[in-house]
């Protein structure tokens, strides 16, 4: 089992930045694939940020340049900075982690970004 528990949520105004990080525990792997998805209220979830067990990143376009994955394998960690905070970015943001047991997710932390 994997569990996952996201965190850093919260209020901040456009221009400004949170970091969200996710705390991953149970059965992690070697091999894996770490994800950020977010839900905007009315909107399909989508793909934000991934980073593999490499260390390898990619992005969603919406989000490239502002927004940096980062890991930190020892204390199972997984981050997402976010700079440059759009309204549109207002979601609840899910961690993610894909391995050879399936995928499995966290309970999403808030993230509102006022005008």
């Known amino acids: 089992q994997v569990q996952l528990e996201e965190s850093g949520g919260g209020l901040v105004q456009a221009g400004g930045s949170l970091r969200l990080s996710c705390a991953a525990s149970?059965?992690?792997?070697?091999?894996?694939?770490m994800r950020w998805y977010r839900q905007a209220p009315g909107k399909q979830r989508e793909w934000v940020a991934g980073?593999?067990?490499?260390?390898?990143?990619t992005y969603a376009d919406s989000v490239k340049g502002r927004f940096t994955i980062s890991k930190d394998n020892a204390k199972n960690m997984v981050y997402l900075q976010m700079n440059s905070l759009k309204p549109e970015d207002t979601a609840v943001y899910y961690c993610?982690?894909?391995?050879?047991?399936?995928?499995?997710w966290g309970q999403g932390t808030q993230v509102t970004v006022s005008s």
């Open positions: 980073i593999s067990s490499a260390g390898s990143t």
């Open positions: 149970g059965s992690i792997f070697t091999a894996y694939l």
């Open positions: 993610n982690v894909f391995q050879t047991t399936g995928s499995h």
